[in-house]
Nanobody, 126 residues
């Protein structure tokens, strides 16, 4: 069973930065695509970013492009999400997710992911 453990959440003011990390309990190469999702109260879970662990290809939802950067360290079996220029609308519980399938054409669909972390809170105040 693959376990994903998130860290790095917290509270910041608008314009601040946070870095989320996700540690996987297995070799990253067995998890082809790893991503971050978020869910705000009363809203559906949405895909934020994803990375192809082998090729390093990255994917972002429009609202975070140019502000967030996803990266992976296969040796450390971690995926990180650097979040800059944070806005109040970024406030949500963030989840790390992983799948043995690829990212292309599917990374936004939460049903495609086999493994999930427990979630970590990010709060951005105005």
């Amino acid at each position: 069973q693959v376990q994903l453990v998130e860290s790095g959440g917290g509270s910041v003011q608008t314009g601040g930065s946070l870095r989320l990390s996700c540690a996987a309990s297995t070799n990253a190469y067995t998890l082809s695509c790893m991503g971050w999702f978020r869910q705000a109260p009363g809203k559906e879970r949405e895909g934020v970013a994803a990375v192809y662990t082998d090729l390093g290809s990255t994917y972002y939802t429009d609202s975070v492009k140019d502000r967030f950067t996803i990266s992976r360290d296969n040796a450390k079996k971690t995926v990180s999400l650097q979040m800059n220029s944070l806005r109040p609308e970024d406030t949500a519980t963030y989840y790390c997710a992983a799948t043995k399938g690829g990212c292309a054409g599917r990374w936004l669909n939460s049903d495609e992911y086999n493994y999930w972390g427990q979630g970590i809170q990010v709060t951005v105040s105005s």
